[in-house]
């Protein structure tokens, strides 16, 4: 038993204690990497979207060499271990088609940038600012406060409605107006009073026309113009 105690267990002990030690220090040197990463990105002035991007891919990428560091260091051989990775990667590759569909949209939203971090937007059925764009889910916290992840294919395969990409935005108000109130003096006085309100734009000048007639009388339509942040 001694023997059998000195000869496995005592080495086996120490590979144990030795990868323990190998995984704190190896994941405290990956944080202080991704932090000097995320400094030198924020240095050259790189968009804020790309730099949450790397940030993770970089992460994920050390993290799983120092498990395969981790592994030679226990004895285990590694190209054994790299032949068993690639035929999981492509059973979990078939078992989470749909999570790897997320995750190649998200490269697409980093590169053709439709949006980015934030932006005002509605991307897969959700409407608010865009905070960080993620390797299979982008979150928008919404006006309401609320924070909402949806899948970077969701966004990606629908309809993308940025806010914060033009200048500004027109606003769609109506005003109905009696049937006695002549429509060309009420245009002329709700284009003056626009005019005083404040964050509306003087140009594009503001639009206010007939939109149609009902039974009240005649309602208008009035279109006024500003920033995006004053909307």
């Known amino acids: 038993v001694t023997q059998f105690i000195n ?7 120490w590979k144990l204690i030795g990868a323990i030690i190998v995984w704190i220090v190896g994941g405290w040197v990956i ?32 993290r799983i060499l120092l498990v395969i560091v981790i592994f030679s260091m226990l004895g285990i051989e590694t190209t054994s271990f790299a032949a068993l990775l690639a035929a999981a990667g492509i059973a979990i590759g078939a078992a989470w088609a749909g999570l790897l569909a997320h995750f190649a949209a998200g490269v697409f939203l980093v590169f053709l940038r439709p949006c980015k971090v934030g932006d005002a937007v509605t991307v897969g059925g959700g409407s608010g600012t865009v905070i960080e764009l ?18 970077n294919n969701a966004i990606f395969s629908g309809n993308i409605q940025n806010y914060s990409t033009n200048p500004y935005r027109r606003v769609d ?59």
């Open 7 to 13: 000869t496995y267990i005592v080495p086996l002990g």
């Open 31 to 62: 944080s202080l990497l991704v932090k000097a990463l995320d400094k030198a990105m924020q240095r050259r002035h790189i968009d804020a979207t790309l730099v949450k991007y790397a940030e993770g891919a970089a992460s994920v990428a050390l």
């Open 173 to 231: 108000l109506t005003a109905q107006l009696a049937h006695e109130t002549v429509p060309a003096d009420a245009i002329q006085r709700i284009q003056e009073k626009l005019g005083k309100i404040p964050n509306v734009l003087a140009d594009p000048k503001p639009v206010v026309e007939i939109l149609n007639f009902n039974e009240y009388g005649t309602l208008l339509a009035v279109r006024p113009f500003c920033a995006n942040d004053h909307y």
């Open 134 to 151: 993620g390797l299979f889910s982008t979150e928008i916290n919404t006006s309401d406060n609320i924070r909402v992840y949806v899948g």
